[in-house]
């Protein structure tokens, strides 16, 4: 593999990279080539597939990204505020550390998969698995906020961190269509704007009120998503929520126990 | 033995991101396009795969032999190719037959003789057996009894071209933007537990049935004793031969809709039928029982395409990718939507479908002079 002239025009702290045919290594040593100094803005057109954008970087930095990213965008990513402006692929934000990622469109499958800290708010719907053993630890708590719906296994194995699917898509009276949600959930909440029917839900979780802790909660994270994309914060908080918590620490502690 | 690493992994790493890629493209107005744009779409999912498989199917492109079966078969020898040519002019009438165009293209090592027959079946057909049928038994015969040579596409005014290679090197190989078609698949591979072989690239074909899959069929066992009883014998060393028999058992033979077909390969879970409707619960249970031999287990997305049809399938709790996308009348099925995007920006939607739910797009007229749109079919 060849590595491919790339692009690039800078004016004062933002940087402008055509990424049309450019090969994904190329690109991300790119972007860390120029991750350097006073540069505060990447913006990114024609990408088209490039996978791990904004991982290894390492500091603060704006990308905005012109087209349809690959797989794992923000894979391990540690500071970096992502915009797409566009639909992101399977596996964004797998294990991010720190930063923000943000879809003005769909996403699809294990969204936010093992996500340790930082933000991804994604406009429409995400595919299957998403949330897939999100974890926790003292200060780092991820949140992961889903304007439409999601498909099946939504928050497998949850592990710890912010669930929130605010179903801004579904006509009056529709449900969800996810099935299995929060599998083998043990940690970490859920909160859910539209309803759901008990047999949709995972063994491993229970519906339970919110308190006023789970409330605020809900007033950031929505208003931070209402304020990415237009929205009414209020109006998306006048809905009936619903909140899921585990039921266990460990679910499948006795599970090869005889 | 020859050490293949460096051919797919020239960067030493220590993991390899591979997995297989498949995209499929259908004009559902009948307009023919050439390979160009798949073979774009298919090279821009390049890491998928890792060059030891290669293959298109595409439909419509041998209208001025329509009504002849389009053998296409690979020998390794000149004499495997003269035993064969012999055995087909015993049991068929050949209208026509010739190498099929290559280029030289430097990735393609070793390639085999690959030759193409249109043919019908002569008086040799017993009067109890379908043309269809026929040719279905002496393709298993070939492919069976003569040991270097391998039929590979057997179906009227379609062809499937595959090989050892990544995807667009085989389409460089192949000519194929020299072929027009209305509905086009193509497969990247990255065999997990089979060696790469010029038969085992995808798709895999029968008649007009071909199949590009991604993913691991664990019931192949199961499938392939229940299709040997049907006169199916497995020969390509790969999982997906099974999903290309039993789609012609199912949907050719046993004359099932698709819908009904889908879910057979990929059944609604026990407890999902539960809660269905008495009729729906009847049905459901009764495709279960008569054929679990062919239920598909283990993870896989797949693409199925007959004359007129196109179908994207995965399986039900969708353990690998299928993004579909509609223009206008032509209907997209890719691993990654950002394969579509490449050659239609402007898709007027884009979705992700549900697990063992079946997307399917029909020529917008039928067999029986129905109008179908995508937008009926492809409901997301």
Not at chain 1, 160 to 172: E, F, K, S, T, Y
Not at chain 2, 59 to 75: N, Q, T, V
Not at chain 2, 303 to 310: L, R, S
Request: charged letters at 25%; hydrophobic letters at 40%; proline letters at 4%.
């Amino acid at each position: 593999m060849n590595p491919t002239a790339t692009s690039i025009e800078r004016s004062g702290t933002t940087v402008k990279i055509d990424a049309s045919g450019v090969y994904y290594r190329d690109l991300n040593t790119v972007l860390r080539e120029v991750v350097t100094g006073d540069v505060e803005r990447i913006d990114l057109v024609n990408i088209c597939g490039q996978r791990y954008i904004g991982t290894d970087l390492g500091r603060e930095v704006e990308i905005n990204i012109h087209g349809t990213p690959g797989n794992d965008l923000g894979a391990f990513m540690d500071g970096p505020r992502i915009n797409v402006y566009g639909n992101a692929q399977d596996g964004c934000g797998n294990t991010m550390n720190e930063g923000e990622i943000v879809i003005h469109g769909h996403a699809g499958d294990i969204t936010g998969f093992s996500m340790r800290g930082g933000k991804i708010f994604i406009r429409d719907n995400v595919g299957y698995r998403v949330g897939i053993h999100m974890k926790q630890y003292l200060s780092k708590v991820p949140s992961l906020v889903i304007g439409g719906t999601a498909q099946d296994f939504l928050g497998e194995y949850m592990a710890g961190g912010i669930l929130v699917v605010l179903g801004l898509n579904l006509r009056a009276g529709e449900t969800h269509k996810a099935n299995f949600i929060g599998t083998g959930m043990h940690a970490g909440v859920m909160y859910i704007r539209g309803s759901v029917e008990r047999h949709q839900l995972g063994k491993e979780v229970g519906i339970v009120e919110l308190n006023a802790q789970d409330r605020e909660n809900l007033d950031l994270l929505v208003a931070e998503f209402a304020n990415h994309f237009g929205y009414d914060a209020k109006e998306i908080l006048a809905g009936d929520f619903i909140k899921l918590l585990p039921l266990s620490l460990r679910p499948y502690g006795r599970l090869y126990a005889y | 033995m020859k050490d293949t690493a460096n051919h797919y992994n020239p960067y030493g790493d220590d993991k390899v991101i591979a997995a297989c890629s498949i995209f499929g493209m259908m004009d559902t107005s009948g307009r023919r396009f050439s390979g160009v744009d798949i073979t774009k779409a298919i090279a821009n999912m390049h890491d998928r795969g890792n060059g030891l498989g290669g293959g298109f199917g595409v439909y419509g492109i041998y209208p001025e032999h329509a009504d002849h079966y389009a053998l296409h078969i690979m020998y390794e020898d000149k004499l495997t190719q003269r035993d064969v040519e012999d055995f087909l002019r015993d049991n068929f009438h050949v209208a026509f037959a010739e190498e099929v165009p290559t280029r030289r293209a430097a990735a393609i090592k070793s390639p085999p003789i690959v030759w193409r027959y249109f043919v019908y079946p002569n008086s040799r057909r017993p009067a109890d057996r379908s043309n269809d049928d026929y040719v279905v038994e002496l393709v298993m015969k070939i492919n069976t009894g003569f040991r270097d040579a391998c039929v590979f596409s057997s179906g009227r005014n379609m062809g499937v071209f595959k090989g050892v290679g990544y995807p667009e090197e085989i389409s460089e190989y192949f000519r194929l933007e020299e072929y027009e078609g209305y509905l086009w698949t193509a497969h990247g591979r990255f065999p997990t537990n089979s060696k790469g072989w010029w038969g085992g690239a995808h798709p895999f074909s029968i008649l007009d049935w071909t199949v590009v899959h991604n993913g691991e069929i664990s019931s192949y066992g199961i499938n392939r004793r229940f299709l040997e009883m049907f006169g199916y014998i497995c020969t390509m060393h790969t999982d997906t031969e099974v999903v290309a028999y039993a789609v012609d058992l199912l949907l050719r033979r046993h004359g099932l809709p698709i819908e009904a077909a889908a879910k057979v390969m990929a059944p609604p879970l026990w407890s999902h039928i539960d809660r269905l409707p008495d009729n729906e619960q009847a049905l459901y249970k009764s495709l279960r029982q008569v054929y679990s031999s062919l239920l598909l287990n283990g993870p896989f997305t797949i693409i199925v395409a007959h004359e007129g049809e196109m179908i994207g399938l995965t399986d039900r709790i969708r353990l690998r990718p299928l993004t579909a996308g509609v223009k206008g009348d032509v209907l997209y099925l890719s691993s990654e939507e950002s394969a579509i995007r490449l050659i239609c920006p402007d898709l007027d939607k884009t979705w992700t479908p549900m697990g063992g739910e079946p997307i399917i797009g029909r020529l917008k007229t039928n067999k029986e002079g129905k109008a179908v749109t995508i937008e009926e079919c492809a409901v997301a």
